[in-house]
C-alpha cells in the first residue's frame, strides 16, 4: 500500500497532519474501503515520526470512523465512510428581528457591537486568567474528577463573605451558595418564589431575559416606569395594592439597560413599600462592580430577610468564566443548594478556584479598578459624540457600561438596527427591553464597543441614510 508523504510543516501538530492526509487520502479513494494499513513500524518509519505521534493519530482516525483495528491483524480503512458533515448547520432558531438581535449581541462573529451587554475581550484580565490557571493546574487543590461541594467552593464563599462585608453586608458563608451563571440563579430562585398565577413586577424597561423567563414560570407581569429620577413611589404603592405582587424583581445599581442606579432615598422608600405589602425583592446586581462610587445596595440596607441578592463576574471577568452567587436566608440557601442537586446544577469547582484566586491575591481588585477607569473616560466620550449627534440622555451618565439614549426626532430604533445589521453592525434598539411603544425611540449604547472610530463612523453613517 502506497502511504501518502507528509511534509511537515513547523507550528503545527504532526499528530493533526498525519490525520489530515490519511483522511485526504481515504476521501480520494487511494486508501480503498477495507484495506490494510501497514504496520506500525512501516509507518513510523515512512513518516520519521515516534511510535507515541502514530499511534495518537491513528486513535483520531478511529474515533472518526475513518479506520477499524483488530488484535494481532492491525489497522484497516473502515468499509463505510462516515455522513459528510455541513459545512454550515440548518438554523432552526426564529429568524425575527428581536430574536435575531439577541443573539448577535452575545455571539462571537466579527460584527462590530456598540448594543453589547459585555465588555470587549480586550479589555478583560485575559493574562490574570490564563496566569491563574497555570498556578492551579500545578496545584494540589485542583480536583478534576470529583464532584464539588453542592454549596460552591468554600474558600470562594468565604472570600466572597468578605467582599460583601466590604459593601455592608455581613452573612454567614452558608448562607452564599455559588451558581454557574446569574440566569441560571435567577431560575433556581423563581422557582423557590413563585407559583403559577403569581404576580411580578419588573421595571421597564429591563433586560430582556427577565421577561422570557418569567414566561416559562406562568406568572402575571407588571410594569412601573424606571426613568433617571428612579421609581415614582406614588405610581409604585398603587401597584402594589391593585396587583399585589409577591416578587419584584429589579437592580439597584446600574440597571440594564438605562445605567440608572437607586439613591438611598429612593431605595429607602422602595423598601419600606415592598416591606408594608408583602412584596419580596431580588436584586440582580451583575454589574455593580462597575460602579465608580457605588451607594449601599438595596440588600445591605434590607438585609436578606427582604432582599435576596444575585451577583457574578461574567461581566467584569469574562462573558465565558460564567461563576455567579447567590445570597439568601439560612433556609432559603439550603433550599437552593438541594435544588443544584436536583437539577444537575453542581458549579465547576475550576472556575469558582480561579476567581478565588483572584479575589484574595488582589488580582479581581486592581483589574476592577482599571475597568472603571476607563468606563468612566469612555463613557464621556461616548456621551458627548451621542449628544452631538441630536440624541438625548435620558439617564445622565455617571458610570458603568450602558448609556440609555432617545434618538433624534423622526428616526426609529428597530428601523436603525434592522439596517446595522446588514453593515454588520449589531445595535440594541429598545424594543428588546420592553413592550411600551415609547421603547422605539430607545437605544441602548455599550459604551466600551462604541467607543471606537469604527462603530462610531458606522453609526453615523446609519444615521447620514435615514434622514
Not at 443573539?103 to 462573529?109: E, H, V, Y
Not at 490564563?130 to 480536583?143: C, F, G, V
Not at 453593515?423 to 411600551?436: E, H, M, Q, S, T
Request: with cysteine; charged share 15%.
Amino acid at each position: 500500500m502506497h502511504l501518502p508523504t507528509v511534509v511537515f510543516q513547523p507550528g503545527l501538530s504532526k499528530v493533526q497532519q498525519i490525520v489530515n492526509a490519511l483522511s485526504q487520502a481515504i476521501d480520494q479513494g487511494q486508501l480503498g474501503p477495507g484495506s490494510k494499513l501497514p504496520s506500525a513500524r512501516e509507518m513510523t518509519a515512512h513518516w520519521g515520526v515516534s511510535k507515541f505521534t502514530l499511534i495518537e493519530a491513528l486513535d483520531r482516525l478511529r474515533g472518526q470512523d475513518r479506520i477499524t483495528s483488530s488484535q494481532g491483524l492491525g489497522y484497516f480503512v473502515a468499509t463505510t465512510t462516515p455522513p459528510a458533515r455541513r459545512a454550515v448547520g440548518l438554523d432552526l432558531l426564529p429568524q425575527d428581528l428581536n430574536s435575531v438581535l439577541r443573539r448577535s449581541l452575545t455571539g462571537a462573529s466579527g460584527a462590530l457591537r456598540p448594543g453589547s451587554g459585555h465588555l470587549p475581550e480586550n479589555w478583560l484580565q485575559d493574562s490574570a486568567l490564563r496566569t491563574n490557571l497555570r498556578q492551579l493546574s500545578r496545584s494540589p487543590a485542583l480536583r478534576l474528577t470529583g464532584y464539588g461541594d453542592p454549596a460552591g467552593y468554600l474558600p470562594l464563599r468565604q472570600a466572597l463573605q468578605q467582599k460583601l462585608m466590604g459593601q455592608g453586608l455581613d452573612v454567614g458563608v452558608e448562607q452564599i451558595i455559588t451558581t454557574a451563571n446569574t440566569v441560571l440563579a435567577l431560575d433556581m430562585l423563581l422557582r423557590l418564589h413563585l407559583r403559577p398565577g403569581d404576580t411580578v413586577l419588573l421595571d421597564t424597561p429591563c433586560y430582556f431575559n427577565f421577561h422570557a423567563n418569567l414566561a416559562l414560570h406562568g406568572v402575571n407581569v407588571v410594569t412601573l416606569a424606571r426613568t433617571a429620577q428612579g421609581l415614582d413611589l406614588h405610581n409604585l404603592e398603587a401597584m402594589l395594592i391593585q396587583h399585589r405582587p409577591v416578587l419584584y424583581l429589579t437592580t439597584g445599581l446600574l440597571h440594564n439597560p438605562t445605567g440608572h442606579s437607586f439613591t438611598p432615598g429612593q431605595a429607602y422608600g422602595l423598601l419600606e413599600l415592598a416591606k408594608r405589602y408583602g412584596c419580596s425583592i431580588i436584586e440582580d446586581d451583575l454589574y455593580g462592580d462597575l460602579h465608580p462610587e457605588p451607594p449601599p445596595r438595596l440588600v445591605a440596607l434590607a438585609g436578606v430577610e427582604q432582599v435576596t441578592y444575585l451577583s457574578g463576574f461574567s461581566k467584569t471577568l469574562s462573558a465565558n468564566l460564567r461563576v455567579s452567587f447567590v445570597v439568601a436566608p439560612p433556609q432559603r440557601a439550603a433550599e437552593l443548594t438541594q435544588m443544584k442537586l436536583i437539577c444537575g446544577g453542581i458549579t465547576s469547582e475550576m472556575l469558582e478556584q480561579v476567581v478565588g484566586s483572584m479575589l484574595t491575591d488582589g488580582t479581581y481588585h486592581k483589574h476592577r479598578k482599571r475597568v472603571v477607569q476607563g468606563l468612566q473616560a469612555s463613557g464621556a466620550r461616548v456621551s458627548s459624540w451621542l449628544q452631538g449627534l441630536g440624541f438625548t440622555l435620558d439617564v445622565p451618565y455617571t458610570g458603568g457600561m450602558f448609556i440609555w439614549a432617545t434618538l433624534p426626532a423622526g428616526l426609529d430604533a428597530e428601523t436603525l438596527a434592522q439596517q446595522g445589521l446588514a453593515r454588520g453592525l449589531v445595535l440594541a434598539p429598545g424594543i428588546l427591553f420592553g413592550l411600551d411603544p415609547r421603547l422605539r425611540n430607545c437605544m441602548r449604547f455599550n459604551v466600551a464597543h462604541t467607543d471606537t472610530p469604527a462603530v462610531m463612523a458606522g453609526v453615523e453613517a446609519l444615521l447620514a441614510n435615514a434622514t
